[in-house]
């Protein structure tokens, strides 16, 4: 059963607009979220997180917002770059103080094509 | 970099023989994770450590078995390799919100 769940499998933007990829989970218990970036032949990276004792986050162009009542996040990019196409995928752990395994779940992840 | 290799890099094999899957960290870090990423599913996570010689099982760990006799190494086996362990492997080191993978295995099984 997917506890954390990307509804759409890809997303298309043209170049300096904003990219807004969306996740959301089922798991009251997660307390800490994270979005990692993947290229092709490549490991997944970390590109930002936000804990559940925030609704905003931001890195540079990277916003995540959080939603705690909807179980609801999402990712903005602004503005978006060709450089930004890659797979997004959302993640999520309940174990945000890094006391026993750090297990994280996955979302299937969305497919961002930014073209120019 | 996180100081994360995997080996091989790529793999085809077929279905019945055992294989083994290297994971090398640099980094000294206690936790050790083993996921495989397929089309639909994103990232599973098959079997973690959280020390040398301490190991359990992830969401997908049937057919797979792992090892850590030192520290920098996670080797993850499967036993009889089937074909519906055709993936790619990544290797991940850290805590839930600070997580390094490595640059992955792609394994066919034929």
């Known amino acids: 059963d997917q506890q954390v769940k990307q509804n759409s499998p890809s997303l298309s933007v043209q170049e300096g607009r904003i990219s807004i990829l969306n996740c959301d989970y089922t798991n009251s218990m997660f307390d800490y979220f994270l979005w990692y970036k993947k290229y092709p032949a490549e490991g997944p990276t970390f590109l930002i997180s936000i804990s559940s004792i925030k609704d905003k986050n931001e890195d540079g162009r990277f916003t995540v917002f959080l939603n705690k009542s909807a179980k609801h996040l999402s990712l903005h990019i602004v503005p978006s770059q060709p450089g930004d196409s890659a797979v997004y995928f959302c993640a999520a752990s309940a174990d945000s103080r890094g006391s026993t395994l750090g297990r994280l779940y996955f979302g299937r992840g969305t497919q961002l094509t930014v073209w120019p | 970099d996180a100081g994360i290799t995997q080996s091989p890099r790529h793999k085809v094999t077929e279905t019945g023989t055992p294989v083994t899957l290297r994971c090398h960290q640099t980094?000294?870090?206690?936790?050790m994770y083993w996921y495989r990423q397929d089309p639909g599913h994103g990232l599973r996570l098959i079997h973690y450590s959280y020390g040398v010689k301490d190991t359990d099982k992830g969401e997908v760990s049937d057919g797979y078995s792992v090892s850590r006799s030192k520290t920098e190494d996670f080797l993850l086996t499967l036993e009889s390799a089937t074909s519906s362990q055709t993936s790619v492997y990544f290797c991940?080191?850290?805590?839930?919100?600070?997580?390094?993978f490595g640059p992955g295995t792609r394994l066919t099984v034929t």
């Open positions: 980094e000294n870090h206690r936790y």
């Open positions: 991940a080191i850290g805590l839930a919100y600070e997580q390094y």
